[in-house]
């Protein structure tokens, strides 16, 4: 029973949780070899030479230079082999690898959602397959919010306006706590759930049997009908606008000269906020859908803009061809 409640929240679930620990570990290890001297010397000297002891005080000068500089030296060399570890398992955790499975994440007062790219959504649970990476991408509806799961040692800020995205490698299977780490309203105690980490059979197991209306893609595509986007980005569409397909992680020059990488985060602010930045040679006409659609609406439409990403970028339009084929059509003009 307390056995259980541990590994549900201090459990090892993957190895860079174990990494971090062995971190931690260390540095508290070290921290205790440099202060412990200071310390035990403390008292053996407010020992020896308390009041009324009779101990010799004449103090003669006795230097050493090279004591002075090897209790420089030592721990600066120590100090900066913790500084390089920890900066090598920062950088890892910054970089997810390119086959990780991609979850949306949308948070907001009180809840967690989280939506798989076939679609499969669930709420203050998140169900992912052992051995494999998953990557996050996480919006916030309203405050911030922070996504923490103890046993993976990972906790991520969602802040309002941005993506930001967290990735992991859970490999052990099992039951563990996930929960908000930001104070973010009265309900905030609330906010949390489980993770569930599965055998990849399990998972796929548990995918099939999830209902889905749709996947996240196609979710994407009959939305960027409904909202109007087609009407401009369709093919039919008599407004000079760019054409969304093959747009997905290509370098995008702006009105101002400058050139971005359209990511997940270009996509949402082109939406959102479509006069932050201007393709080069379009007009300034797209209407800001910021109090149209909210986050999770906004990631359906990001992974049907990038469910375009191979396409071919055509001169007319996302809707027209499709090789890949099994992808439902845009309806065009409006
Ligand atoms: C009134 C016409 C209009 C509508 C409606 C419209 N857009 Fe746009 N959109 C444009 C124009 C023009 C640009 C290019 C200028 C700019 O960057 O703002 C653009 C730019 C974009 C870009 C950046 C493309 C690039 O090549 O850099 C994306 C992504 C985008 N729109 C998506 C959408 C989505 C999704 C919708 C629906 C929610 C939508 N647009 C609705 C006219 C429109
Ligand atoms: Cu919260």
Request: one cysteine or more.
């Amino acid at each position: 029973m307390i056995g259980d409640l541990f590994t549900r929240w201090a459990g090892e679930a993957s190895a860079h949780a174990g990494q971090v620990d062995l971190l931690v570990l260390g540095f508290t290890l070290l921290v205790a070899a440099l202060s412990l001297p200071v310390f035990v010397l403390m008292v053996v000297f407010a020992l020896r030479y308390r009041r009324g002891r009779a101990a010799n005080r004449r103090h003669p000068i006795n230097r050493n230079v090279w004591i002075e500089v090897s209790w420089a030296i030592i721990p600066f060399v120590l100090i900066v082999v913790f500084f390089v570890w920890a900066t090598s398992l920062y950088v890892d955790i910054y970089h997810p690898p390119d086959d990780a499975i991609d979850i949306q994440v949308e948070a907001k007062q009180w809840m967690w959602k989280f939506q798989h790219p076939g679609g499969q959504r669930e709420i203050d649970e998140l169900h992912v397959p052992a051995g494999q990476p998953v990557r996050l991408t996480m919006a916030s509806q309203d405050v911030i919010h922070s996504l923490y799961v103890p046993a993976l040692r990972l906790k991520r800020d969602v802040v309002p306006g941005r993506y930001v995205s967290m990735w992991f490698t859970a490999d052990k299977p099992g039951d563990y706590v996930m929960t908000c780490a930001e104070f973010c309203g009265t309900d905030h105690s609330t906010m949390g759930g489980r993770l569930v980490v599965m055998a990849p059979a399990d998972y796929a197991r548990w995918l099939a049997e999830t209902d889905v209306d749709r996947s996240l893609a196609a979710q994407g595509a009959a939305l960027f009908r409904r909202a109007g986007c087609s009407g401009c980005h369709g093919a039919a569409a008599t407004v000079h606008a760019p054409p969304l397909a093959g747009l997905y992680g290509r370098p995008v020059p702006l009105d101002d000269g400058s050139v971005v990488t359209a990511d997940d985060q270009y996509i949402r602010d082109s939406i959102l906020l479509p006069q932050a930045q201007i393709a080069a040679g379009y007009p300034r006409i797209m209407p800001t859908f910021r109090n149209i659609l909210d986050e999770a609406q906004v990631l359906q439409l990001v992974a049907y803009i990038k469910s375009l990403a191979n396409d071919p970028p055509s001169s007319q339009s996302p809707a027209d061809d499709h090789p890949a084929g099994g992808r439902p059509p845009v309806e065009q003009g409006r």
